[in-house]
């Protein structure tokens, strides 16, 4: 069972940075995606940022240019570094983390950690 632990959320100001970071547990299993969503309060969930095994990304386009994701996969950890932080950009980030394992896809999610923004 992949467990996800989530670290690095908290509060900046406007124009700050933060840097999250999602360590798996140990698997037999290749991680084929790792990444983050987020969600605030009467909106509705959203892909932030994800990278496959093989380096491929995905961005939302409000945070490109700002949000570079990374990934460890020898130590099976991702890391979002947010710059230039909004306050549109509070949310609720959720790690993310998908196996491939033959015809059966299974999706993994970490408990989510606050990110405000002031003004």
């Known amino acids: 069972q992949l467990q996800l632990v989530e670290s690095g959320g908290g509060l900046v100001q406007a124009g700050g940075s933060l840097r999250l970071s999602c360590e798996a547990s140990k698997s037999i299993f290749s991680i084929n995606v790792m990444g983050w969503y987020r969600q605030a309060p009467g909106k509705q969930r959203e892909l932030v940022a994800t990278?496959?095994?093989?380096?491929?990304?995905n961005y939302l386009d409000s945070v490109k240019g700002r949000f570079t994701i990374s990934r460890d996969n020898a130590k099976n950890t991702a890391y979002l570094q947010m710059n230039n932080l909004k306050p549109e950009d509070t949310s609720v980030y959720s790690c993310?983390?998908?196996?491939?394992?033959?015809?059966?896809?299974?999706?993994?999610w970490g408990q989510g950690t606050q990110v405000t923004v002031s003004s």
């Open positions: 993310y983390a998908a196996i491939v394992n033959g015809r059966r896809k299974y999706d993994y």
């Open positions: 990278m496959t095994t093989d380096d491929s990304t």
